[in-house]
């Protein structure tokens, strides 16, 4: 079983979106997950320590273009670092089905086991809420791009933004993270985002409210 000391080396030390301490949280919400849903915490915990490993980084972290496929780079990795531990393939393939079933934007192959299941709902449970609000507001600014702008109708549709409109932290909130507590899975962690959910839309509605009275200004 890979270690949280292993799994160190394997993120970028200072990521404030996909770094490492994003897969701690990830790891302990995915034990607490394991535990109320009944799920093989040995493999819920190997996935959460390898789901982002073997990712882009750095500047190019922020290009949704190359992060469209992280989690086939990260289920490559995963099956390389527990095949020198000896795992067995059946085991391997549990895990590796859980890390590509992870992405809110990819749905080719959608979480199919309880395990699957967890760690899905523990990375998105870490994208809503204060932390969720602190990630999107990072990933943005990190990216050159605003925490307010109005995105267009376009956008709200499709999720992809029109010829010189930024992608704000505003427009994360809008097409991803508002729909995210309506696509978890497991009963537990439903009931963990009903308030994480209330807390973050009670952000957002408010940095709209205060970006729009500046630019009306």
């Not at 607490?32 to 390898?50: H, K, N, P």
């Not at 992060?67 to 670092?81: D, G």
């Not at 010829?163 to 932290?169: L, Q």
Request: with cysteine; glycine share 6%.
């Amino acid at each position: 079983m890979p270690t949280i000391d292993q799994a160190r080396g394997w993120y970028p030390a200072n990521d404030a979106v996909h770094g490492f301490d994003h897969v701690l949280r990830v790891y302990f919400m995915a034990e607490r997950l394991s535990r109320a849903e009944g799920a093989d915490i040995e493999i819920v915990r190997a996935a959460a320590l390898l789901h982002d490993a073997g990712d882009v980084s750095g500047a190019e972290a922020d290009d949704p273009n190359l992060r469209h496929s992280h989690q086939n780079a990260a289920a490559e990795f995963a099956a390389l670092k527990l095949s020198l531990e000896g795992w067995p393939e059946e085991r391997i393939s549990a895990v590796q089905h859980c890390i590509r079933a992870h992405r809110f934007r990819d749905n080719t192959e959608p979480p199919r086991t309880l395990e699957a299941q967890v760690l899905f709902d523990a990375d998105k449970l870490d994208a809503i809420g204060a932390i969720g609000v602190a990630r999107a507001v990072a990933f943005a600014a990190r990216a050159g791009q605003p925490a307010y702008a109005p995105p267009s109708e376009s956008f709200l549709h499709s999720g992809r933004t029109e010829i010189g409109e930024p992608h704000s932290a505003y427009h994360e909130y809008c097409y991803k993270l508002v729909r995210l507590k309506d696509r978890l899975f497991t009963p537990a962690a439903r009931h963990i985002a009903e308030e994480r959910h209330r807390q973050m839309a009670a952000f957002f509605e408010q940095l709209r409210e205060e970006a729009g009275m500046s630019s009306a200004g």
